[in-house]
């Protein structure tokens, strides 16, 4: 029984891991090819629904955490899946006004090639039972550049989306109301990008180490 | 006897051991590590003790307990004895811990209610006060107060120290949330409940915070005034019934509160307070269990509710 639900875990696993994979590498090439024939402005129409599919379908992980399918500490996953969920569907997709600007094609580009990476990672995993080295290296290595750029890409669309957020009075709960609650949409935005100072170096120096860790062990193999 | 003191990663933290007579005490070994460390940095209440445990092995360390001699730790070699140290941090006394904790809230509550503060969010003009925001201030206030003296009055703690990062860590959560509750209460657009609500929710809340008082004075009398802790069954009063009476009082005040201010802050506050205490009680329960379980003579802890009936 133990070694069946083993397995359905690993078909499960691999299923999930080569799925999002797909997702991505479709939101990759649809930015470049859309950058190429029709200029930045184009990339995110293009890329819209393959990025919001793979992007909340990270949700799952959090529960493959909780439900300890997965060894990942959801403290390290749950940070980094929110700031996506919130630049998906909290900045981009609800102001528009957002999605020609030339930093979203940095965002979705260094999104992309960092989750190619890290679920064809997890997916040969899955399916081979290793992954080869040089998986790996990208792996550890390739965040040195894409993190900045990623981050840098959010900030500053949380940055472009300010005035549009303020003008809209989108997701803001007012009072007087019943329950003496008040929600602006706009402070928490600035709350967000407050965030992210601590926030960004913790993240980098966490994956620094996580490098050192992963990057020695196979070394020592 | 001669005591090897290494940390975790099997490094000698005092060079040569510590050389100490037969009946020394555990306390007595700490008051040598203080003294052999550098700058004497490591104050006792800073160290922890432990008896090293096999690598690999689940079991959790054995922690030398200050009061106990270091020859009740030798498993028959009484000549040698190796003892795991860690560092502990920077450490503060309870008591200062809570007083800056319950501080904030004391202090940050009136300032939303007596100063114009509301100016500077954007909303000019005369504010109305309503009596639930006086009653709901003084309430409040009380509870705080109340508190700080039960710091200095009453309780008496199992550990003399905290380390200091929870003094940063505690002091956000409780100013944060008094600040937030304030700001939401006080607000110029707030809307009071009804009378009755009102009355219901102050009186029923302050019913909790006096049987809360006496059920911290019930628990100070399980312990010895010199400070040395332990762990006693507590009963009387509510406590025969369940065993944190004292975090159900609490929760129960607090919800009296919320019941005659009706917020969202002073909700979220309740479910995040709950849910700490909950964690505590089950600890504190499990904890009990554990040492009066009966055997050699020890009373059998008793069937009781962990901290809210019926739930839990």
């Not at chain 1, 992954?131 to 900030?155: D, N």
């Not at chain 1, 180490?209 to 990057?215: E, F, V």
Request: glycine share 6%; charged share 15%.
């Amino acid at each position: 029984m133990a070694g069946f639900l083993s397995l359905l875990r690993r078909i499960y696993l691999s299923l999930y891991n080569w799925t999002v994979f797909f997702g991505w590498l479709q939101v990759f090439y649809l930015a470049v090819k859309t950058l190429r024939e029709s200029g930045h402005e184009q990339v995110y129409n293009a890329v819209e629904r393959p990025l919001q599919f793979a992007q909340t379908a990270a949700l799952l992980e959090i529960i493959h955490g909780l439900v300890g399918l997965v060894r990942s500490p959801i403290s390290a996953t749950l940070p980094q899946i929110s700031s996506r969920l919130y630049l998906t569907w909290g900045i981009l997709w609800s102001f528009p006004q957002t999605q020609g600007h030339v930093l979203v094609t940095s965002l979705v580009i260094s999104w992309s090639i960092t989750e190619i990476i890290r679920y064809s990672f997890f997916g040969m995993k899955e399916v081979l039972g290793f992954a080869p080295s040089w998986l790996l290296w990208l792996r550890y290595s390739t965040f040195l550049l894409l993190y900045p750029t990623g981050i840098t890409s959010e900030v500053g669309l949380i940055y472009v989306a300010l005035p549009y957020i303020k003008a809209s009075e989108k997701y803001c709960i007012r009072m007087p109301n019943k329950w003496n609650f008040s929600f602006d949409y706009f402070y928490m935005a600035i709350v967000a990008l407050a965030t992210y100072v601590p926030g960004s170096p913790h993240m980098y120096i966490y994956m620094l180490g996580q490098r050192k860790k992963a990057l020695s062990k196979s070394k020592k193999e | 006897m001669k005591v090897t003191v290494v940390s975790r990663s099997g490094k000698e933290v005092i060079k040569g051991g510590i050389d100490l007579g037969d009946s020394a005490t555990v306390a007595d070994l700490q008051e040598a590590i203080h003294r052999r460390s550098k700058a004497r940095k490591f104050y006792p209440s800073r160290q922890r003790l432990t008896l090293p445990i096999q690598p690999g092995s689940k079991e959790r360390p054995v922690v030398l307990n200050f009061k106990k001699s270091l020859k009740d730790y030798c498993d028959g070699n009484l000549d040698y004895l190796t003892v795991v140290f860690k560092d502990l941090g920077s450490q503060v006394s309870y008591r200062t811990l809570f007083f800056w904790e319950y501080l904030g809230p004391l202090v940050l509550y009136p300032i939303f209610y007596y100063f114009p503060v509301y100016q500077y969010f954007g909303y000019k003009g005369e504010r109305i006060i309503h009596p639930v925001q006086t009653y709901a201030l003084y309430y409040w206030c009380f509870h705080y107060f109340k508190r700080i003296l039960e710091t200095f009055f009453v309780h008496r703690f199992s550990h003399a120290t905290s380390p200091l990062s929870n003094v940063f860590r505690n002091c956000a959560y409780y100013w944060s949330f008094g600040s937030y509750i304030a700001y939401c209460v006080n607000h110029p657009l707030y809307t009071p409940v009804s009378y009755h609500q009102m009355k219901i929710g102050f009186g029923f809340g302050l019913l909790c915070q006096i049987s809360n008082f006496y059920c911290h004075i019930l628990l100070r009398n399980l312990r010895k005034p010199d400070g040395n802790g332990g762990y006693q069954i507590p009963r009387g009063f509510l406590f025969n019934i369940v065993t944190c009476a004292n975090y159900t009082t609490e929760i129960y005040q607090l919800l009296g509160f919320n019941i005659a201010t009706q917020t969202v802050a002073g909700y979220s506050f309740l479910a995040v307070a709950t849910i700490i205490m909950t964690n505590w009680a089950l600890a504190k329960h499990r904890r009990l269990k554990k040492i009066f379980d009966g055997k050699d003579g020890r009373p059998k802890y008793p069937r009781r509710w962990v901290i809210l009936p019926p739930f839990l």
